[in-house]
T-cell receptor, first 109, second 116 residues
Framework: SQQGEEDPQALSIQEGENATMNCSYK?????LQWYRQNSGRGLVHLIL?????REKHSGRLRVTLDTSKKSSSLLITASRAADTASYFC?????????FGQGTTLQVKP | GAGVSQSPSNKVTEKGKDVELRCDPI?????LYWYRQSLGQGLEFLIY????????KSGLPSDRFSAERTGGSVSTLTIQRTQQEDSAVYLC??????????????FGSGTQLSVL
């Protein structure tokens, strides 16, 4: 399937530390997106990186994309307790957006 | 409206009953998606509507599930003869007209369905 897979499934860090989440996918893509979900409800779009981009920044977020390895990473720097959430990568496939299983991040105050 | 609206936010039903879940997308958004998320799991794609094209129903888990989108706007997901394994959060999302600036999805807050 086109589904991305995140690694690790769960991550627990102290406030102020950096958090890195990885995503792997299976087929060629033209973009990859990261979303955040609080409390098991609606997802919020964080950042989109295109296949011709290798790195993108947005505030404390840094996303990288390696199309040769079919992988992406999301780095959250100087984490805060409010960053506690689940993070999903998503890739387009035949018009649909297919989501991975997510990484649950806990940031301890 | 300003965002994607889903109703009800919570639905408790008895096994064997039919349920209807509603989604109001952002005005002007041509694409609408339904996903299902079981507790602690990722998002499972169910169905996708794009403009006037035939919907992509490839994710519907059984013929008990159906969805329609009336007038290119509001969508209703119907689950007939509900089973306990249907218990999940049902998420709706919409996206603007196809184009390089309209690739991200906007999600509603979901409907938590509990089948007793």
């Amino acid at each position: 399937s086109q589904q991305g897979e995140e690694d690790p499934q769960a991550l627990s860090i102290q406030e102020g530390e950096n958090a890195t989440m990885n995503c792997s996918y299976k087929t060629s893509i033209n973009n990859l997106q990261w979303y955040r979900q609080n409390s098991g409800r609606g997802l919020v779009h964080l950042i989109l990186i295109r296949s011709n981009e290798r790195e993108k920044h947005s505030g404390r977020l840094r996303v990288t994309l390696d199309t040769s390895k079919k992988s992406s990473s999301l780095l959250i720097t100087a984490s805060r307790a409010a960053d506690t959430a689940s993070y999903f990568c998503a890739t387009p496939y035949t018009g649909k957006l297919i989501f991975g299983q997510g990484t649950t991040l806990q940031v301890k105050p | 409206g300003a965002g994607v609206s889903q109703s009800p936010s919570n639905k408790v039903t008895e096994k064997g009953k039919d349920v209807e879940l509603r989604c109001d997308p952002i005005s002007g958004h041509t694409a609408l998606y339904w996903y299902r998320q079981s507790l602690g799991q990722g998002l499972e794609f169910l169905i996708y509507f794009q403009g006037n094209s035939a919907p992509d129903k490839s994710g519907l888990p059984s013929d008990r599930f159906s969805a329609e989108r009336t007038g290119g706007s509001v969508s209703t997901l119907t689950i007939q003869r509900t089973q306990q394994e249907d218990s999940a959060v049902y998420l709706c999302a919409s996206r603007g007209p196809e184009g390089a600036t309209n690739e991200k999805l906007f999600f509603g807050s979901g409907t938590q369905l509990s089948v007793l």
